[in-house]
């Protein structure tokens, strides 16, 4: 059950502050995705990464960077976050060759 | 871009009953349809999906029908129970897993909430 593991898995803070969340997959997969999923539940893909390369990167603000050091991990980088940014927030990853994306547990963020 | 409507928003059902979710898309390229359940508080977890090249899949009470000339597709779960309750999210995907970036569209979810 922790094939694809984010932390933290709560994160309160302030507006105007600069956030992280961390994902990690441990099954080999070779591409991984970020979802924000919002407070109506509705997931929209945020960016995706193959072999560390940024291969989908939506309509997102530039305040939110992601970052993959290597093709396990892939980490959230979020600046000077707002109201809006309350959400949660899933990693996901899936194999070459293979449709079915694996989600991690989430990231509640909220935006005080 | 895939654009992917999902209806009804909300579903209640008695236990027991039969439930229908229905998705269209409107990607004609798109040859990958998955369907997450998603309980409260959980992650989305794959509980079926099809291909443009099959009409039909069946695992046991959940079953997924497809119509790619008119481009939707629907989820049939049959003698729903209360553990069927959660938010059910179809997807649509385009193109082949080795060469594109395996991006998935979602439907916005439907609440399906299973009465005792």
């Known amino acids: 059950d922790t094939a694809v593991s984010q932390t933290p898995k709560y994160l309160v803070t302030q507006m105007g502050n600069d956030k992280s969340i961390k994902c990690e997959q441990n099954l080999g997969h070779d591409t991984m995705y970020w979802y924000k999923q919002d407070s109506k539940k509705f997931l929209k893909i945020m960016f995706s990464?193959?072999?560390?390369?940024?291969?989908i990167n939506e309509t997102v603000p530039n305040r939110f960077s992601p970052k993959s050091p290597d093709k396990a991990h892939l980490n959230l980088h979020i600046n000077s976050l707002e109201l809006g940014d309350s959400a949660v927030y899933f990693c996901?990853?899936?194999?070459?060759?293979?449709?079915?994306?694996?989600f991690g547990p989430g990231t509640r963020l909220t935006v005080l | 871009g895939e654009n992917v409507e999902q209806h009804p928003s909300t579903l209640s059902v008695q236990e027991g009953d039969s439930a229908v979710i229905k998705c269209t898309y409107s990607?004609?390229?798109?040859?990958?349809f998955p369907w997450y359940k998603q309980e409260l508080g959980k992650r989305p977890q794959l509980i079926i999906d099809?291909?443009?090249?099959?009409g039909e899949k069946k695992d046991q009470r959940i079953a997924v029908t497809l119509n790619k000339t008119a481009k939707h597709f629907s989820l049939h779960i049959t003698e729903t129970q209360p553990e069927d309750s959660a938010v059910y999210f179809c997807?649509?995907?385009?193109?082949?897993?080795?060469?594109?970036?395996?991006?998935?569209?979602f439907g916005d979810g439907t609440t399906l909430t299973v009465k005792p």
């Open positions: 996901a990853s899936r194999r070459q060759g293979s449709d079915t994306q694996y």
């Open positions: 990607d004609s390229a798109s040859n990958y």
């Open positions: 990464y193959n072999n560390k390369e940024l291969i």
């Open positions: 099809i291909r443009s090249n099959v």
């Open positions: 997807a649509a995907s385009p193109g082949d897993p080795n060469t594109n970036a395996g991006k998935s569209t």
